[in-house]
Nanobody, 118 residues
């Protein structure tokens, strides 16, 4: 059974920083792309940032230059460093990964709440 477990969310003031972590566990042969999505109340889930197994990244325009996605392949973990946070970054953040286990599928974490407020 493959699982993705996120951590690192919380309440932060505007202009502050947070780092999210997402660790994959279980019977994992390899992990392809890993990504962070977010969903604000009343809005659709959107892609925030993604990283390939080779380290290539892409970001949503709204977070470009403020957020950084990195991965540690040895630990099957992906991180999202979020700087200069704005109230509009408030959302539940979800980790997603394409994982080759006994089959290849896309897996989701349970989500972690990020609230940016003074």
């Amino acid at each position: 059974q493959v699982q993705l477990v996120e951590s690192g969310g919380g309440l932060v003031q505007p202009g502050g920083s947070l780092r999210l972590s997402c660790a994959a566990s279980g019977k994992i042969f390899s992990i392809n792309a890993m990504a962070w999505y977010r969903q604000a109340p009343g809005k659709q889930r959107e892609l925030v940032a993604a990283i390939t197994s080779g380290g290539s990244t892409n970001y949503a325009d709204s977070v470009e230059g403020r957020f950084t996605i990195v991965r540690d392949n040895a630990k099957n973990t992906v991180y999202l460093q979020m700087n200069s946070l704005k109230p509009e970054d408030t959302a539940v953040y979800y980790c997603n990964a394409e994982i080759h286990t006994y089959y290849t599928g896309r897996f989701w974490g349970q989500g972690t709440q990020v609230t940016v407020s003074s």
